[in-house]
């Protein structure tokens, strides 16, 4: 296997995890405002990606993987709202724990890092067609 094809190999791997990844933070902003629906219920859990490398021992291509989904443990908020069917006998319901600008941050940065890989296979395929057109 070629280096313009190990980079491309290594540029989808990176593009299929940025893909995951704007879908876990789509899900975060789509329920930033779920709250739980009883005073012993708990509101939507904010999830975060983590990665890991893989190598290809057959290729020798050292990849980007999804590591997994998980929770993040962070601490709810808190918010006033007596007459809402969650609160507690204080008064206050917990909300989620997304925090909608963290939220876009993450996408935006995906979403570079998308492009970027984008990028790369888009070079190694002109560079490939213009190997291919020098020894016509």
Do not use: W
Not at 1 to 30: H, Y
Not at 58 to 84: L, M, W, Y
Not at 112 to 130: G, H
């Amino acid at each position: 296997m070629d280096e313009l094809t190990k980079s491309t190999q290594i540029a989808i791997s990176g593009m299929k995890v940025q893909s995951q990844r704007l879908r876990v933070v789509s899900e975060n902003l789509a329920n930033s405002d779920s709250t739980a629906q009883s005073p012993e219920g708990l509101p939507y859990r904010r999830k975060v990606v983590t990665f890991r490398n893989e190598l290809d021992r057959a290729t020798g291509i050292n990849s980007v993987k999804v590591d997994k989904v998980r929770p993040d443990s962070s601490e709810f908020q808190r918010r006033f709202d007596p007459k809402h069917p969650a609160a507690d006998r204080d008064g206050y319901v917990l909300a989620p724990n997304v925090n909608p600008l963290i939220e876009m941050m993450d996408m935006r940065e995906a979403q570079r890092s998308y492009e970027a890989n984008m990028n790369v296979i888009n070079t190694s395929r002109t560079l490939l067609s213009r190997t291919v057109d020098m020894l016509r």
